[in-house]
Structures are given as structure tokens and as C-alpha cells.
């Protein structure tokens, strides 16, 4: 997931960025002999006026400053309502009171979103607040809880974690996530299992239950590819990779190794669904989720947070769309602004070209439309979803 930390810095960055253009040049103007040019000071922060003049030169200027705007006439496609009914299977809760709730759903009406798949991630009473917060809404939310890891390296564990998992799915919890294996084990939430992978024995009982209580499993393993590797003038995601690298934890299970042990839990547990988050992080080779697809008929993905990682490569990524339409769930996990929707509309639906949105995504990379067809857009958006979530009326309560 994108951590609340994130979230809120990206809140930060707009709200600064706000600030600063509103603020800081009509003071800066008038303190300047020479009035600074609007569009040469576009990256200048508050309280950086005196290196403005440096930061014009292409020497000095700062990768985390650089904001360059698209030169092309060409067209852009403002999409405020998706072309379908969504829903969206990787989202957190966000919204802390009555009133942020009752406004999340105005802005999901205003985008068309029509339900929310919360994975909150929790066990016990943290799962149940946050279910009593949400379940007023049982037709815009539903609550996925997490699983209680504790006592995972104690001998006997399993009974006692299967009884909680059906706890929570009486108290409402209709999916279990998101949880997360980046290498080091499995986390969910504040529970942690250092060391245990969900291919691991252990979890067994756990994943087969899931199946019985009719309850998908988001599976979020590893994390992007420029996070592994090193920290310098090559990575191609330098920005975001160091705010989540992993190259400086050498003992962790590789990509690729997680991958493959993602494969061989879905081969164990065939009756349990899993989504895999993000890709599987295989958004920069996509043929490999491909492969998983074909040997794995239990697994989904969802696109949740990977879309400027695809949008740089549109062609391959519409034709991946299209050969694996009934495999892939649209997601956010980036909050609930109106904008953050749209941005995703925009390039699933549209073949606009070259547009820059490093405020929402925090890549310096240029953007691309998709233009996804109806069919695939309406598989992608919502029946996948509906299907996979009305299968489960079949299974006992
Ligand atoms: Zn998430």
C-alpha cells in the first residue's frame, strides 16, 4: 500500500506547490530587480528565491526539481467520469470520520465508482472499528481483514489464527488484505512472520480456509524492480526507488524469488483466489505475469499504483490489457481525490501522449494513454470484479 506517510507528502507536495505559485512570486516580484518570468520559475520552492538563478542553469538543476512541461499540440483528454461502473479492489481506509466517508462516496458518484474494496489490513478490534466505521455503506464498501500472524514461529500455530480469520468474517470481512511479502516475510498490518513466505507449511491451513469462507486473498510480493537495484545515475526510477529501496537489505528474497514463490502457493491452494497487487510488480516485464496467468488459473492482479510504471510503455502494456482482460481488477491505493481518479481514466481510456503528472506519481517520466477498447475497459473496471466477488454467494457462510 501506499502508507498514510505517502499519501500525506503527496497532499504535502501539491498543497505546496499550490502555495508557492500563489504565494511566492508576487513576493518575489516585487524583491527582484529583474521580475522572475512565471514559466522560468516553475521549480523554485518557497524560500529557495536566492538559488533561482542557479537552478535555471542546467548544470545545478536538481533531479527532484525538475518539472518539465509537454511542448506538443496535440490533444488532451479530460475524462471526469470513467467510461464504466467501477470497482475498485485495492483501496485502504482512508477516510477517518463520518464526514470524510460521506465524501468519499460523493467524489466515487462524481468519477463512477460505484464500490470500494477496503483492505484494511487488521485483525481484532482494529478490523472492527474500522468495519463499524465503513458498514453503513454495505452497497459502496466492503471491508477485507488481515490475518493474525502472532505466534507464527511457535509451535501449534495455525488453530488459533484460522479461529480469528472466521471471526472477522462473521463480524463482515468478506476477502482478506492486503498482505504483504517484500522479502524479508509475511506482514499484515502490525503482525508480522519474519522469515515465513506464503508458500511456507505453516501457512496451509490459513490459505485453504480462505477458500472454504469464500474469502480472496490481495497478495502484495515484492516491490518494484528500480528499488533492487543500485542508487545511482542508471535507475530509470531513481526518485521513487530510493524512498523505497531495498538494494541496502541484502538478505531479503530477491524479485524474482518471490515471484517464484508466489507461483508455487498458487499451485498448493488452487481453490483459493489470490489478486495479485500491483502486478505481482511484474509491471516491468509484464510477459512473466503473463506466464503466471497461463499456469495459474487462481489468480488475478490488479493495477492498483502501477500506472505511471506503464504508461511509458503503452503499446506493450494495451496489448498485455487486451490478451489478459479477464485476469486483471482495477485499483487506486492512492487515496480518494478526484483527480488521483481521473489521472487513472486517462490513461486507460485515451491515446493522449507524452503528459507529465510527477505530483500524483513523483516519476519524472513522461506519460501515455493506453486507449483500451469497450470490452476490455468494462472487464478491467468492473465485471472481472463483480464476478469474482459474486462467486463467492456460493460458498457457506
Ligand atoms: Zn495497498
Known sequence: MRTKNEVNRRLFLKWANLVGLAAWFPAAAKSSPIPVPVQDANPVHPGEASQAKELRSPETILLKDYRPKSIYKIPVTQIDKA??????????????????????????????????????????????????KYSKYPDRFEMWSGLDLSGYNQPGFGPAAVKELERCRQVGARGVGEIHDKGSGLVSGKSKAPGMHPDDTRMDALWERCAELGMPVSLHVADPIWMYQPMDKTNDGLMNAYHWRLDNKPNIVSLSGMIDIFDRTLARHRKTTFIACHFANLDY??????????????????ISARYAETAPIPRFASKFYEKYAARLVYGTDMGFEKPMYRVTFRILESLDEHFYEIEQFDYHWSLNGFGLSGDTLKQVYHDNAAKLLAARAEHPE
Not at 115 to 120: A, H, N, Q, S, Y
Not at 293 to 301: C, D, K, Q, S, V
Request: glycine share 4%; no cysteine.
Open 83 to 132: 467510461k464504466y461502473p467501477i470497482i475498485d479492489m485495492h483501496s485502504h481506509p482512508y477516510a477517518k470520520t463520518p464526514q470524510q466517508i460521506e465524501e468519499w462516496i460523493r467524489d466515487m458518484d462524481e468519477v463512477g465508482v460505484q464500490k470500494t474494496v477496503i483492505l484494511t489490513m487488521a485483525t481484532g478490534t482494529e478490523f472492527d472499528d474500522i468495519y463499524r
Open 285 to 302: 516485464d509484464l510477459a512473466r505475469l503473463g506466464e503466471m496467468f497461463e499456469r495459474n488459473p487462481n489468480l488475478y492482479a490488479d
